[in-house]
């Protein structure tokens, strides 16, 4: 959930949870397997590269048979040990894939036990393993992942550290057989010399030469060929809205639009969609990290909403991804835990203003009141318009200076972002810009643009906050300006309510703060003031609080708490704080997408501070 205070709706205290104690819950065979997977790895792993594995009677004879039975041994068993470890998180997420490598490389595995180690009870595991695997085939029907290339690069990097690392550790298992006293430097030389299969610098006596070289060669070719199997094999990319979708959506929205703020969202183009069996309702969502992460309530008639909840749990269970929702409403958490089993925590709150309540008059109201009216006496002006009333060259220059003028490398915002500004498809879509005619003008290529909001439709007569960006040279208070000018429009374009940010975990700071407050709670505000300097939290709550809303809960919907940390890492790579991708040189083409999330009002206020 992004945590930014200019645009993406996030934060509150876990106050409440509630748990049904049915629905589903990960097998245990899978996870037995997985488990018994990594000890068979390791053992595999340790017995091709330590000699105090393999002594033996049996071992004595095998090393005068023809074909040089141990070396090549050992590199099967290292072979297969590594791969084993790749595979055992695949095989606790039941997938068919990994189960048919497993099936084939324990039998290799328990071949090099016996034949390189001579080790009846390590033979005996592999193949009790391979028992099991098989007999429990029907709990292995995961389907792939969406998968892209970029997993070529990570595994050539990540399995290539770590067969440099293992190889330091093979050329340095054998120290009565070394010849001299080789350096660390001459060693790391030998295992790069090995992993592309040359001899190195480094000398053993007796045929420990032809084992190191067979297992550095076995790990170098074992990174070449997956490197080149995930760079070849065919992409599956993750689903996107197509336009039959996407009208679907549209036409539901124009009929149940009005009950959730988040709804217009739903229509983000990177997120895929599942549909009750009427039509009537719709999930939307990304798969991230194996986490199936869906955000607001279902799209559609409330009564149909179980059926597109069966339809995501079903796709969940058939891909083995962790089901989960962010920034629900109490109505979407109370249905997605009776229909699922499911458990919801309370993760924040939404800032909604009421039009018909809202007045710059008071005390409550006066630093907004006075920085709105400096500003305007600072010459600027504001407009707060329909996208489909902006003429296409000025909507071009919006385009241009949102995306410009973003505070990061990468877009931010998932679940309360909608990715695009002045797409044809959202002429029903509102933007409020800020406009200051000075010598700076002329020159810019955003003319007298200094400031632009972005709202996309709530129902009929609603209007939810999508993302805010201003230049950076503009006076402090663009945002306060903008969102007191759309609120003042509102009546005008016939809008009753408007959604601003969500601030996560606004009940501790808000109660933390108070006379009373436990020492607990005091310690989880102190902690989240502490966060605030990376994530905004604080700053998001105060900047949401000027403009005296009424909050409105927002929960996270998940299976286990096990399930959590995978849940909020796959939430922080979809909102955009944590990147996953090719380095820039090697990306196809270079992307400027245009302003997915909304950039914080705290990244803002504290460029101005």
Known sequence: MSVTLDGDKSGSVPVRARTIARGPRPESVPALVGTACTAVGLIDVAAGVFPRFRHSRMHTLTEVLPGALGPFAAALSLSAGVLLLLLAHGLKRHKRRAWRAAVILLPAGALAQFSYRHSVLGTLVSLALCYLLVRHRSEFAALPDPRSRWRALANFVLLGAGSLGLGLVIVSAHPRRLVGSPSIADRLQHVLYGLVGFEGPVDYSGDTSWTVGCSLGALGLLTAVTTIYLAFRPEHPAARLTEDDEARLRALLERHGGRDSLGHFALRRDKAVVFSPSGKA?????????????????????????????????????????????????????????????????????????????????????????????????????????????????????????????????????????????????????????????????????????????FVPWGTDGMSLDLMRRDRSADPGMNELLIVASLQAAPRLGVSRVSLNFAMFRSALARGEKLGAGPVLRVWRGLLIFLSRWFQIESLYKFNAKFRPRWEPRFVVYRTARDLPRISFAAMQAEGFVHLALPRPLRSAPRRPCAHARPTAGEQDARTA
């Open 282 to 454: 719709a999930v939307c969502y990304r798969v991230v990290s194996g986490v199936m992460l869906a955000s607001g309530d279902p799209i559609g008639d409330v009564e149909a909403w179980p059926g597109a909840i069966e339809r995501f749990m079903d796709e969940a269970r058939a891909h083995s991804w962790a089901p989960a929702v962010m920034g629900c409403s109490e109505t979407g958490g109370e249905v997605w835990t009776r229909e699922t089993g499911l458990t919801a925590l309370e993760l924040g709150d939404e800032a909604v203003v009421d039009v018909a309540d809202f007045s710059l008059a008071g005390r409550a109201m006066r630093n907004v009141r006075q920085m709105v009216k400096r500003i305007e006496r600072g010459g600027y002006e504001t407009r707060v318009r329909r996208v489909a009333d902006i003429g296409e060259a000025e909507l071009a220059r919006i385009r241009r200076a949102a995306a410009d003028w973003r505070g990061t490398d990468t877009e931010r915002g998932f679940s309360m972002a909608l990715g695009r500004i002045g797409d044809t498809a959202d002429r029903d879509c509102f933007v409020a810009t800020a406009h200051k005619a000075d010598e700076d003008a002329a020159d810019s290529p955003y003319g007298d643009l200094k400031a632009v909001l972005h």
